[in-house]
C-alpha cells in the first residue's frame, strides 16, 4: 500500500495570505511531483524532485515554490494566495521502476 | 514537443460492454508508458509498460504497448459501474524521471 499523505485536504484562504502544502511520502522515494488539476480538466505537471536539494519547474508556470530538505517531504508555497490558485494540488512520489503514487491531493480555494 | 493523446476523450458504455482505450505518444527517450485510474480524487496506478508486445493484465484490464507504431491500449472487459473513471496514459522518459499525463478518457459505465 502506498504510504503518501497530503495535508490539509481541503483550505479555503484569504487573498494574500501565505500557505504551505504538505506531503510526507514514507516509501524512501527519492522522486516527488505536484500536480495541479481543475475538476475535469488534465494533470499538470508544476514542480519535481530527484531527491533531497533538487528541485526542477514542471511544464506548466506555477507561482508556487518548492522545497526538498528532506527525502520524505515535499512542501508546496504559495507566498501570496490569489483567486487563480484556486485548484486541487496532487503530490506523488515513484519509485525507480517508474510508477508514481498519489497522495489524496489538496483542494484550495482562495477567497 | 513531447505529445500523449488519448481517444476517445469520453465514452458511456452499458454494464457488460467491453471498451478499448486508446493512448498515442510522440515522445523523444521513451523509457515507459504507465496507465493510471482516476475516480474522485488521486489517480491509482494499473499497468506499467516498457517492452513491445508484452500483454499486462489485471483481472478484467489488460493493456499492450507498442513501440514502433507509438501506442497503447487499455481494454476493459465486462464492465462493471465501478469502472467508471477518468483513465489516464502517461509516459515517462530516459532522459529525466518525470510522469507526464495525457488527457484521460473518461468512461462512464450505466447499469
Known amino acids: 500500500e502506498a504510504d503518501i499523505y497530503q495535508t490539509p485536504r481541503y483550505l479555503v484562504i484569504g487573498t494574500g495570505k501565505k500557505i504551505t502544502l504538505e506531503c510526507s511520502q514514507t516509501m524512501g522515494h527519492d522522486k516527488m511531483y505536484w500536480y495541479q488539476q481543475d475538476p475535469g480538466m488534465e494533470l499538470h505537471l508544476i514542480h519535481y524532485s530527484y531527491g533531497v536539494n533538487s528541485t526542477e519547474k514542471g511544464d506548466l508556470s506555477s507561482e508556487s515554490t518548492v522545497s526538498r530538505i528532506r527525502t520524505e517531504h515535499f512542501p508546496l508555497t504559495l507566498e501570496s494566495a490569489r483567486p487563480s490558485h484556486t485548484s486541487q494540488y496532487l503530490c506523488a512520489s515513484s519509485s525507480d521502476r517508474g510508477e508514481a503514487f498519489f497522495g489524496q491531493g489538496t483542494r484550495l480555494t482562495v477567497v | 514537443e513531447d505529445k500523449v493523446v488519448q481517444s476517445p476523450l469520453s465514452l458511456v458504455v452499458h454494464e457488460g460492454d467491453t471498451v478499448t482505450l486508446n493512448c498515442s505518444y510522440e515522445v523523444t527517450n521513451f523509457r515507459s508508458l504507465l496507465w493510471y485510474k482516476q475516480e474522485k480524487k488521486a489517480p491509482t496506478f494499473l499497468f506499467m509498460l516498457?517492452?513491445?508486445?508484452i500483454e499486462k493484465k489485471s483481472g478484467r484490464l489488460s493493456s499492450i504497448l507498442d513501440k514502433k507504431e507509438l501506442f497503447s491500449i487499455l481494454n476493459i472487459t465486462a464492465t462493471q459501474t465501478g469502472d467508471s473513471a477518468v483513465y489516464l496514459c502517461a509516459f515517462m522518459k530516459t532522459s529525466y524521471d518525470k510522469v507526464i499525463f495525457g488527457p484521460g478518457t473518461s468512461l462512464s459505465v450505466i447499469p
Open positions: 516498457t517492452s513491445s508486445g
